[in-house]
């Protein structure tokens, strides 16, 4: 065998291992980036839930939308019919959520709110109620949406 080769082969070193720091940060920083961009959407993504298709009723549309809720009525079984007429007071009336207490906004009939609050939760709730929401409720409801649409008109 040649010596010569062998020995000059032994005082070759081998390259240093690649430096990976500068790829460390790099998918460090991107990694910060993803996660934050990820609670920025999930934050925004529930602010955006809350403004649902429904939530596009004001004040204005509430009485058309209830004309509309009345004319399909009769397909709609009561508990459909409670939770979308629910829906379309609570709207019109710009309210978080329905409660017993009358909000300050009803200045006509405050006296049946606590009533007819109780019978939309008795249908929307319960599944067999006894109840009816009879047409009086309602028309007291139309005159609660048109007096806050002249109101904030």
């Known amino acids: 065998m040649n010596t010569d080769i062998l020995s000059r082969l032994a005082d070759v070193e ?6 990976y720091r500068a790829w460390y940060i790099a998918t460090a920083i991107a990694l910060l980036i ?3 961009a990820l609670l920025t959407w999930r934050f925004h993504g529930r602010l955006k839930s809350k ?3 429904e939530e596009n009723i ?5 009485i ?7 004319t399909t009525r009769s397909s709609l079984d009561s508990r459909l019919f409670a939770y979308r007429l629910a829906t379309v007071l609570r ?10 207490e009358c909000p300050d906004c009803i200045h006509v009939a405050r006296e049946q709110w606590p009533q007819i609050v109780a019978t939309l939760q008795q249908l929307r709730y319960s599944s067999q ?4 929401l009879d047409d009086d409720a309602i028309e007291t409801i139309r005159n609660w949406l048109s007096h806050y649409a002249r109101r904030q008109a």
């Open 58 to 62: 004001d004040s204005a549309n509430a």
């Open 14 to 19: 081998p390259p240093l291992p690649p430096d």
């Open 129 to 132: 109620c006894a109840t009816k």
């Open 51 to 53: 403004t649902c298709k």
């Open 91 to 100: 709207l019109g009336l710009h309210l978080q959520q329905l409660t017993r």
């Open 64 to 70: 058309s939308e209830l004309t509309k809720l009345l």
């Open 34 to 36: 993803a996660a934050t």
